[in-house]
């Protein structure tokens, strides 16, 4: 498996933007479905959203939806996340993730990057 690095993170504010990247080195990426999770100081990690191996329609969490947008660049190995009007509770650690199938459950993700920080000021 290849590696998965996340960038874009950062401090915003409150009703900011922000978009995180995720550059694989799999040399098959486009055959994985690639999804988004964070995790909160004090929470569990938590599934935010997927996107299939072609890119169509997106999957998300309630908590993001019509916010958050999920995109891919299989020429380029890279996926992102569109993130608008942030609130202090998108703060989190965001890691992006591989899994061969449609799935929102962690365990069915096989490969995980590093995470990078997004911190939402109020």
């Known amino acids: 498996q290849g590696q998965l690095v996340e960038s874009g993170g950062g401090l915003v504010q409150a009703g900011g933007s922000l978009r995180l990247s995720c550059a694989a080195s799999?040399?098959?990426?486009?055959?994985?479905?690639m999804g988004w999770f964070r995790q909160a100081p004090g929470k569990e990690r938590e599934f935010v959203g997927y996107i299939t191996t072609t890119g169509g329609p997106s999957i998300y969490a309630d908590s993001v939806k019509g916010r958050f947008i999920i995109s891919r660049d299989n020429a380029k190995n890279t996926v992102f996340l569109q993130m608008n009007s942030l609130k202090p509770e998108d703060t989190a650690v965001y890691y992006c993730?591989?899994?061969?199938?449609?799935?929102?459950?962690?365990?069915?993700?096989?490969?995980w990057g590093q995470g990078t920080q997004v911190t939402v000021s109020s």
């Open positions: 799999e040399p098959t990426f486009s055959r994985y479905v």
């Open positions: 993730a591989a899994a061969t199938r449609w799935s929102t459950a962690q365990n069915d993700y096989i490969n």
